[in-house]
């Protein structure tokens, strides 16, 4: 259904009206994968909770949350350190082309629903999008502190041009 490293689909109309949770974890191949394409060190201990239940007849709608630990580098230190991520899925699904738009005063306040894919939704897919998401485009080690390095004034690079102003 998904070129992406990690599916679970599910058809939207084999949803139990009560709906169902659902623990996703993906292997350690995965979990690789996941992190080559985020561009971090590793991805380790993924866990998905969801709840999926049926919304509007041919709808969905997917609550929960997606924790791991991210291996990236510090921005500051450049050394590697395990970051802790914790993303809240909250995700509503319609059929394609069903959606009707609110009005223009309103369009900011509503995030609108994705769509379903031949009557689908991939559970995976979405568990990798919010980890994706989650993970810090600016990763800082704690305690890791940015000191800007010494101004040497002679390494201006208009140190040259106050010299010449002196030789006038």
Do not use: W
Not at 120 to 143: N, T
């Amino acid at each position: 259904m998904t070129d992406l490293p990690y599916s679970h689909p599910f058809s939207v109309l084999d949803l139990p009206p009560g709906g169902f949770d659902l623990t996703l974890t993906p292997d350690a191949a995965t979990c690789t994968a996941i992190a080559r394409l985020a561009g971090v060190i590793a991805v380790e201990d993924v866990k998905a909770t969801l709840h999926l239940a049926p919304e509007g007849g041919a709808g969905a709608h997917v609550t929960g949350r997606v924790t791991a630990t991210i291996r990236q580098t510090c921005g500051v230190t450049l050394e590697p350190f395990d970051a802790p991520l914790s993303e809240e899925i909250d995700v509503h699904f319609v059929p394609p082309g069903t959606y009707k738009p609110p009005v223009a005063e309103e369009e900011n306040e509503i995030d609108p629903p994705d769509e379903t894919v031949d009557g689908h939704i991939d559970a995976g897919a979405l568990v990798y999008e919010f980890l994706i998401l989650g993970i810090d485009p600016y990763p800082r080690k704690p305690g890791a502190v940015f000191e800007p390095p010494a101004e040497d004034a002679a390494a201006s690079p208009f140190a040259a041009l106050s010299r010449l102003k002196g030789s006038e």
